[in-house]
């Protein structure tokens, strides 16, 4: 790519982050809403949320423990999780792969209230339990059950990144290390995810960062106990002070902004001899599975002991409530099972448009921000330039805006952008504001995959005389295409159950199922809601077996 | 297309006997004065309404319909929220200049400081004389409903003997049976809930002893306090908890009619009344349109379909047959409306809130 090119992408990109958020900078420095002439600058907001306020500082705190728990979780065994999918022998392995996405596809305020159903004081496997020892041996309201759940529900983030990263990387790396007598615990330790490091790296830190914004998991698994997070300190301050006051909320964003500036630090020093992680080079490699002998089956018992727990425990609750017309402690199932939620919920106004829109925004959607991030990816790479670094540290930025204020700060940006205006009731807007606040994910998932091309591959396009748009399209896009079609996958999936950024963007004509879900959690209409989630849950299961079955078919 | 399908809803609402306001379509309805139609006419030009409100579209497709049907030429656009996104958008979108026509949430005290704030158009309905004085302000702020604030309990697990029928009742209870009850009783928590809060400022104003008796018996009893109206029902059905404080009376109502399992209590020494405020946005582009759904929310037709989705009725003449009044166990119950108006603002008061807050707080503890 030619360097004015680099450029303008790179300005076009900083240009869409900071409006949001400098936004949210100024209005932080503000005494009310921005677009109120009576408001002033003052540091006021400031002295009250940091120095006044001590359940900011709890609510802080928390996050901080939370997030940091659930990547202490996630990581190692997502890595685990991908290695054994990716580069093992392990039993059934394509049949356990779509699985793993499943907990992904749910909102999450809708799984939290499976593990309730599930798992909750008189839940249906609670009671199970209840009945053989005596007594329930968890209390799912804990912080500390709200650690494993959110850790174990993230395993798949890390599982996306580390497996796209698994797939490109030859197998002669380990073929070495086994022929020279390591066992296959040690070929995965030493030498397999050392190489995807880069992705590791970057998984870790936006899984900490997806810990920091947590907000339907303490939403509901919180709320008996009050344990206080950011997200739902957000509200708290609402309600303490009796109207949304934005200029408070602003200062939480910038606290978090401040989190995220030595962890991209971190993240750039560690990776900063980027050549190390080459596994594309000139020269082709086969991928052979790795045998491993013995360890297939605690291996294959990890996964299903995971699967069991984070996905069929929770999901089959959900799906046998939607079933039920009641349900609790000492009441049967069989005289309680019913249609009727289902009825009522094809009754429901907009339901298709809702559920069309979904399907739009995260496949066509998904695929136009793909495209973006990685336009954004080739500007950037092999440029040895400050810029790369200033892109390192921004791109990270929108996604320190919990949900909520993401979405407010996009509704207002669109709201007092002439230009945009036009625009703000379609589902463009949407679809920018997604693409803006998952950029970070987005962005890595390529940014993983480019570190691990050769340079001589593309240099060798160079010499036989191709122009750097040439090489870009014809040699850097086709080799990273197993990591594209990863990210799609994962902003996909993303883009599913996204709601929080949209909720203002959101008009008659543009609903998706996630805004759909949480007005009818917010009425109670608990049934309907569970209704649609296992509708949500089957359209989704039939994508991910067609995909399954084409993805079968071109292997054969 | 649009016409037909009009046509044919028009035909099936005539049908139904609650609808009988579809036969004037056109013309001024029964009762409003001759210069209506000058409203109407104004509307048609308009030819459009924005609504933006925290009623779930589900519980008023019905109710969109049948004003559709009265007013065929208007294209309804109906968006939903919580109460307070839908204070941070209109707020910001009457600053940015355009926004939606009608505002209609069940956030009392929000509602009532966009009045405050200059943000409602002033129209005197002809629909006025038939709501009580506390459910109108200024000819700008209209109640639209009114609906109780209940106790609601799991019938599976609580003997009917012991459900509580009072205030007072409940309090003695729970502090009676504390282990019984031992984390059985929920309610909002004031503290991370508007609603929650508004509820429990009410009680203090009416009857502050047997309030704080209250709170402190659920300190001892070790209640859970929520956030979610869902989370809050749903927990009362399975019986994780079984009784449950100040609840919205339609939500409880609406799950009640699908699963008895979750019972309510109408309490006898004062049962609260909250209702969804409405006003005409000043802001407007659609100012007559705005009128003209205002109006129909608060006539019988539209009262009667509201009330049919548990939305009981605000109107006067309507409370034996569709308002409190019909509901069992109303009959000797005294009812305190929250008054819509000024008082309201004093909700919003942050010394106040915080102070309350911190009262509520040591109350709680005070019991361990």
């Known amino acids: 790519m030619s360097k004015p ?35 002033t600058l003052t540091t006021q907001a400031y002295e009250f949320v940091l120095f006044e306020e001590d359940d900011f500082r709890e609510a802080f705190l928390n996050s901080a423990i939370i997030a940091a728990g659930m990547t202490a979780i996630a990581v190692p065994l997502g890595c685990i999780v991908a290695f054994l999918l990716v580069r093992t022998d392990l039993p059934g392995r394509r049949f356990i792969e779509p699985l793993v996405l499943v907990p992904m596809f749910i909102s999450s305020v809708v799984l939290a209230f499976g593990f309730v159903v599930a798992l909750g004081p008189v839940g249906i496997v609670s009671v199970w339990a209840k009945g053989i020892v005596g007594f329930i041996p968890w209390y799912l309201y804990s912080k500390t059950a ?40 040690r070929v995965a330790l ?99 599975p790795l045998a491993i002998g013995a360890w297939r089956w605690p291996a294959a018992a990890l996964i299903v002991a995971w699967l069991g727990f984070t996905v069929v425990i929770p999901v089959s609750a959900l799906v046998l409530r939607s079933f039920l017309s009641t349900w609790g402690e000492g009441v049967a199932i ?33 695929a136009l921000s793909v495209g973006f991030y990685a336009l954004v990816n080739l500007a950037l790479h092999r440029w040895r330039s400050r810029w790369t670094g200033l892109m390192d540290y921004l791109v990270l930025v929108p996604r320190a805006m919990p949900g909520l204020i993401a979405g407010l700060a996009m509704f207002w940006v669109f709201l007092f952008t002439p230009v945009l205006q036009p625009l703000r009731q379609t589902l463009f807007s949407l679809w920018l504001a997604y693409t803006l606040v998952w950029l970070a994910y987005g962005m890595r998932l390529v940014s993983a995959s480019l570190l691990q091309i050769g340079p001589e591959l593309e240099e060798a396009g160079r010499v036989v005389g191709a122009r750097p748009a040439q090489v870009s399209r014809d040699v850097t896009l086709p080799l990273i295409k197993a990591g594209l079609i990863g990210s799609w996958v994962l902003i996909f999936v993303t883009f599913v159950r996204e709601y929080s950024t949209g909720v203002y963007l959101l008009s008659p004509g543009t609903e998706v199922i996630g805004s759909l879900l949480v007005s009818l959690w917010g009425t109670g209409a608990v049934d309907l809601v569970t209704a649609l989630s296992t509708v949500n849950l089957a359209l989704i299961l039939v994508g991910l077996a067609l995909m399954y079955a084409l993805g079968n078919k071109r292997h054969a | 297309m649009r016409l037909r ?34 409203v109407i006419e104004a509307a048609h030009k308009e030819g459009a309404l924005s609504i933006y409100a925290t009623a779930d579209a589900s519980e008023v497709s019905e109710l969109l319909a049948q004003f559709r049907a009265l007013y065929p030429k208007l ?33 009392m005290d929000l509602q009532i400081k966009l009045v405050n704030d200059g943000y409602a158009l002033t129209y005197a309905s002809p629909e006025k004389g038939a709501l009580p004085d506390w459910a109108k302000w200024r000819d700008q702020a209209y109640g639209t409903t009114a609906e109780p604030i209940v106790f609601a309990y799991n019938s599976r697990l609580v003997p009917e003997a012991e459900v509580p029928r009072s205030h007072a009742d409940f309090a003695k209870l729970i502090s009676q049976k504390k282990d019984a009850y031992r984390g059985k009783v929920t309610s909002y928590d004031p503290e991370r809930s508007g609603v929650g809060f508004l509820y429990l400022t009410q009680d203090v104003q009416i009857s502050p002893s047997t309030t704080w008796d209250t709170v402190k018996a659920m300190g001892q009893a070790g209640a859970k306090f929520y956030t979610s109206t869902g989370a809050m029902i749903e927990r009362v059905v399975s019986g994780e908890h079984t009784l449950a404080y100040n609840m919205i009376g339609s939500y409880v109502l609406q799950r009640n009619r699908k699963d008895p399992t979750l019972a309510y209590v109408l309490p006898k020494d004062y049962t609260q009344v909250m209702s969804r405020i409405g006003f005409v946005s000043a802001k407007a582009k659609n100012p007559n349109a705005a009128k003209l759904f205002l109006d129909f929310l608060l006539s019988r037709a539209g009262q009667v379909e509201l009330a049919r989705k548990a939305m009981t009725s605000v ?33 919003l008061d942050q010394i106040t809130r915080l102070r309350f807050i911190k009262q509520w707080q040591k109350t709680l503890a005070a019991a361990n």
């Open chain 1, 190 to 288: 030493t030498v397999s995810l050392p190489m995807i490091m880069p992705s590791i790296l970057y998984a870790t830190v936006l899984v900490f960062f997806l810990g920091f914004e947590l907000f339907g998991l303490p939403l509901v698994l919180g709320d008996p106990e009050r344990i206080l997070v950011l997200a739902t300190y957000l509200y708290k301050l609402t309600n303490k002070l009796g109207t949304p006051s934005y200029d408070l909320m602003a200062v939480v964003v910038v606290a978090i902004i401040f989190v995220t500036l030595p962890l991209v630090y971190t993240q750039r020093k560690l990776l900063a001899a980027a050549n190390r992680y080459v596994a594309v080079k000139g020269k082709a490699t086969a991928q052979k």
């Open chain 1, 334 to 366: 069989w005289p309680n099972l019913t249609l009727n939620h289902f009825r009522e919920l094809m009754e429901y106004p907009n339901l298709v448009r809702g559920i069309v829109n979904t399907l739009l925004i995260a496949s066509v959607g998904g």
């Open chain 2, 75 to 107: 294209k309804v656009e109906y968006a939903d929220q919580n109460s307070t996104e839908l204070y941070s958008r209109y707020v910001a979108e009457a600053a940015a200049g355009k926004t939606a026509d009608f505002i209609w949430s069940s956030a």
């Open chain 2, 315 to 347: 109107r006067n003449d309507l409370q034996e047959s569709h308002g409190i009044t019909s509901l069992p166990g109303a009959a000797e119950v005294t009812l305190k409306p929250i008054r819509v108006g000024p008082e309201l603002l004093t909700q």
């Open chain 2, 5 to 38: 399908l009009a046509a044919t809803l028009a035909l099936t609402i005539a049908a139904l006997p609650a609808a009988q306001p579809a036969a004037h379509a056109q013309g001024v309805p029964a009762g409003y004065p001759a210069t209506y139609s000058e």
């Open chain 1, 5 to 39: 090119f680099r450029i303008a992408v790179v300005l076009a990109t900083a240009l869409m982050i900071l409006g949001p958020v400098g936004l949210v900078i100024y209005q932080s420095f503000l005494s009310g809403p921005f677009f109120q002439p009576s408001s």
């Open chain 1, 146 to 185: 709200l650690i494993v759940i959110a850790g174990l529900t993230h395993v798949p983030h890390v599982f996306l990144y580390a497996s796209s990263a698994l797939r490109s990387l030859g197998s002669d790396v380990e073929e070495a290390a086994r022929s020279s007598g390591a066992g296959p615990m």
